[in-house]
């Protein structure tokens, strides 16, 4: 038992991975340098990826992003309204990232998520997009209007979410990530051939893409919410 | 310490409300989906924001049980 308290202790705390030699030693945890990793491997794909685009006659490749990315149009317009598609970059990056990171804990690297301070980063983020959105499209007094819907009465509830949205957000993804991850440990302490191989699969690629889903969608709803015209 | 234990069992506990939720929620979109194949977008887009939010008391109960077990 206390051995396994001992290993958890290790697993929550974020290593160090190196320490840059300025103004008396910054140190850089695991976590930026693997959240590095991920966006050079996303840039790069990108950039091959839209090099040779074609009006005429386009490619396998192209057909392909030109579904994905006609998929995210769509899927924003339909839960967000018509200005859904503004969103659509934003959204769309976000949840290539936290894909990655989630599902990166298989090539034997700690998923980034798996530590609060980046998903904490991402809620805030997508709090500030939310809150930033409702007073971009309703002005200062619509977008405060906004608080005291559908009636004045629940001014406090709305201003309670605020803060309950981002921590939410930042707690839910945190919590499955890590959750995933001591649960893998504890499975690799015991049997650490064959056995992890269907768990593996189930926590680090299945738990990884629904949690990446979810956080995407439920800012893509909350945004939503806040720029929905009235009828 | 046995005290503390019996808290982080206690704590854990919320699981159980999120999996009756999920599970009572997962029931009836499959009902409705079954009823009506066409809403069946809509369906699921409601049920996973729903399971979403289920899903969150049980890591707040989750992560209330790591906090007792670390901070003990």
Known sequence: ?231 | MEIGMLAIGLAVFTGIGAGIGIGIATGKASEAIARQPEAAGKINSTLLIGCALAEGTAIFGFITALLILFMK
């Open chain 1, 1 to 231: 038992m206390e051995q396994i308290k001992v290993r958890l202790m290790e697993e929550l705390q974020t290593p160090v991975a190196f320490t840059i030699p300025l103004f008396g030693g910054i140190p850089v945890t695991l976590s930026v340098v693997v959240s590095w990793l991920v966006m050079g491997a996303l840039i790069l794909a990108a950039a091959l990826g839209t090099r040779r685009l074609k009006l005429r006659d386009p490619g396998k490749p192209q057909l392909c992003l030109e579904m994905a990315v006609e998929f995210l149009n769509g899927f924003t317009k339909n839960n967000m309204g018509a200005h859904g598609p503004d969103f659509a970059p934003y959204l769309g990056t976000i949840s290539l990232y936290i894909l990655l990171c989630n599902i990166i804990g298989i090539f034997g690297l700690v998923p980034p998520t798996k530590d609060l301070n980046v998903t904490a980063a991402l809620a805030i983020m997508s709090a500030v997009l939310i809150y930033g959105a409702q007073f971009r499209y309703h002005g200062l007094r619509g977008g405060l209007k906004k608080f005291m819907e559908p009636m004045p009465l629940l001014l406090p509830i709305n201003l309670m979410e605020v803060v309950i949205r981002p921590l939410a957000l930042c707690m839910r993804l945190f919590g499955n990530i890590l959750g995933a991850f001591i649960i893998m440990e504890l499975i690799k302490m015991m049997a650490p051939a064959v056995v992890p191989v269907p768990f593996s699969i189930y926590f680090d690629l299945f738990d990884g893409g629904i949690q990446a889903v979810v956080f995407v969608f439920l800012t893509a709803l909350f945004v939503g919410e806040g720029i929905k015209e009235e009828e």
